[in-house]
């Protein structure tokens, strides 16, 4: 191809943009005389590209060798310079913040909940530096604090509960002061606390092998409640004789409810088909369990057989009940004492006598008074009938005068 000399360009001749120009109003031409040369000359074409693709190939292959070299080497003077890789880092930093403050942000925008979890490990690793930084924040500002404050509060709902949480506390502050009680015991907990608390929780929950394990539990528990309440006596009467031969023969001395529990925990776990994903831990609760519905199941019968012991001493012995309660009326008014309900008397004083002689040691005094209150319903009209004024078959009436009965 023949060249015009240099001589013959004009000044400022710039070939590269005449041929963008070129190309830029001839590109249907030009697209059609490469599309007839690439079939007039199909495997020329082919080599071409092939040579090209081999260049290209090539060429990213060079410029990934590079690019690896060059962090290789960055890498190494990091280490090997450490403290002026850390002061070009501070440099960067303060002459950038805007910048750093950027990347943070849409960082923690794409990443909240990732950034948040790590954060809250952090604090989780060591709670007392948290509270020790939280504690220096708020010396530090004190005036932010304070703005934070009364922003929440600036909500008339949010500062309304408050108001009231803080009076229902005062009050029932008042209220145990007033009744002699300690007050309320408050343990708060802190969200390292509650985290851990969660965790726990799901692993508990979300572990494969806990429906089973709590199949094999429930029915364990039920069992052994189940076997206690039915035949819990005459398990009782073997510890006590396998504790008294114990001691006959110089053993320690164990205690007859670890013996009971412990033959009944054998004998259930006899019984099921399965208790291979049972812990001690596990039979521990169900003993605890089965003790706390046996004695409420004890307490339970000791209650009712007192109520119907009272009824059936009222009605049986209706008229010595009767004739007492009105000597006990007549020494309250010689006391000066109002007059109490002859009925309520009655209740009270067969109460007194039919508790020497039933059981009552699972029963507490506030259910002596609820039972002598169900004792008095379940009476009602019965005693307002059989226990109305008797005639008393005495040869003369009985004063209750002093003087008369000198």
Request: charged share 35%; no cysteine.
């Amino acid at each position: 191809m023949l060249r015009k000399p240099l001589a013959e360009y004009p000044s400022g001749y710039d070939a590269a943009e005449e041929r963008r120009q070129y190309v830029a109003a001839n590109r249907d031409r030009i697209r059609e005389l490469n599309r007839l040369w690439r079939s007039e000359h199909l495997d020329r074409a082919r080599e071409l590209n092939r040579d090209s693709m081999r260049r290209a190939a090539a060429r990213r292959h060079r410029e990934v060798e590079v690019r690896a070299r060059g962090r290789e080497r960055a890498k190494q003077w990091r280490v090997d310079h450490p403290e002026r890789r850390r002061e070009y880092q501070q440099r960067w930093v303060a002459e950038n913040r805007d910048k750093v403050r950027e990347y943070y942000n849409r960082y923690y925008e794409a990443h909240r909940d990732e950034v948040n979890a790590r954060a809250a490990a952090r604090r989780d690793a060591d709670p007392e530096r948290t509270k020790q930084i939280t504690r220096q924040w708020a010396e530090r500002n004190k005036e932010r604090r304070a703005e934070l404050q009364r922003n929440r509060r600036s909500d008339p709902e949010i500062y309304q509960s408050e108001l009231e949480a803080n009076a229902a506390a005062r009050r029932l502050k008042r209220s145990l002061s007033r009744a002699g009680l300690p007050p309320k015991r408050i343990h708060v907990a802190t969200a390292a606390e509650r985290r851990a608390n969660e965790r726990d929780a799901d692993a508990y929950f979300n572990d494969p092998s806990r429906p089973e394990h709590l199949r094999q539990f429930t029915v364990f528990a039920e069992s052994l409640t189940e076997h206690m309440l039915k035949n819990g006596a005459r398990m009782r009467e073997f510890a006590e004789a396998y504790v008294s031969s114990r001691a006959r023969v110089g053993l320690p001395p164990v205690s007859v409810e670890d013996v009971v529990y412990a033959r009944a925990v054998e004998i259930v776990a006899e019984r099921m088909r399965r208790v291979d994903l049972l812990t001690g831990r596990d039979v521990a609760a169900a003993v605890r369990s089965t003790k706390a519905e046996v004695r409420r199941e004890e307490r339970q019968l000791q209650f009712h057989w007192l109520v119907k012991t009272v009824v059936a001493h009222v009605h049986s012995d209706n008229v010595r009940l009767r004739f007492d309660a009105e000597i006990e009326n007549h020494a309250r008014n010689l006391r000066g004492k109002p007059r109490a309900q002859v009925e309520s008397l009655v209740v009270q004083l067969a109460m007194r006598e039919v508790v020497q002689r039933v059981p009552t040691n699972k029963l507490t005094i506030d259910d002596a008074r609820r039972a002598a209150r169900i004792a008095g319903l379940r009476l009602g009209a019965s005693i307002q009938d059989r226990l109305a004024t008797p005639t008393v078959t005495s040869p003369r009436p009985v004063s209750f005068d002093p003087m008369v009965q000198r």
